[in-house]
């Protein structure tokens, strides 16, 4: 286990892993994402936007995270990971299930090793905690 770490953003977990030797990408590794809320005031921007504008003129690219998983794929491709990727949701229990996936995978040999996210969202804020587990 290395880590934990917070940083205010998700792009630099990929700094911090180089800094530690750990190559995710391409290798297997998996991604287990844990939130409160994963977008879902955005999915309700989006949906609120459609039914004002109608679904033809709302642009969801305004509305990056309407997708629960969608910050764990970023997370992913950025990262290279090409292991599992599980996102939940959920208040400290989500951290909770998250890190039991990630231990079950690695006991299991599904995954060389495993990133545990906790992202924390706050209106126009996004902090990140995380967890190497190997």
Same mark, same amino acid.
């Given at each position: 286990?290395?880590?934990?770490?917070?940083?205010?953003?998700?792009?630099? =977990?990929?700094?911090? *892993?180089?800094?530690? /030797?750990?190559?995710?990408?391409?290798? %297997?590794?998996?991604?287990?994402?844990?939130?409160?809320?994963?977008?879902?005031?955005?999915?309700?921007?989006?949906?609120?936007?459609?039914?004002?504008?109608?679904?033809?003129?709302?642009?969801?690219?305004?509305?990056?995270?309407?997708?629960?998983?969608?910050?764990?794929?970023? =997370?992913?491709?950025? *990262?290279?990971?090409? /292991?599992?990727?599980?996102?939940?949701? %959920?208040?400290?229990?989500?951290?909770?299930?998250?890190?039991?996936?990630?231990?079950?995978?690695?006991?299991?040999?599904?995954?060389?090793?495993?990133?545990?996210?906790?992202?924390?969202?706050?209106?126009?804020?996004?902090?990140?905690?995380?967890?190497?587990?190997?």
């Amino acid at each position: 286990m290395r880590g934990p770490g917070t940083i205010p953003n998700w792009q630099s =977990i990929g700094d911090w *892993l180089s800094d530690q /030797g750990l190559e995710v990408g391409d290798s %297997g590794w998996g991604l287990y994402v844990a939130t409160e809320r994963s977008g879902g005031e955005e999915a309700v921007d989006f949906w609120t936007d459609a039914h004002e504008r109608g679904l033809a003129f709302s642009n969801p690219r305004a509305f990056p995270t309407t997708i629960v998983n969608a910050l764990a794929g970023e =997370i992913s491709r950025t *990262l290279g990971i090409d /292991g599992p990727n599980y996102t939940f949701v %959920g208040l400290d229990s989500a951290l909770l299930e998250a890190s039991k996936q990630a231990r079950v995978d690695l006991d299991e040999a599904r995954v060389p090793g495993a990133l545990v996210v906790q992202i924390d969202e706050s209106p126009g804020q996004r902090h990140v905690k995380w967890v190497v587990l190997s």
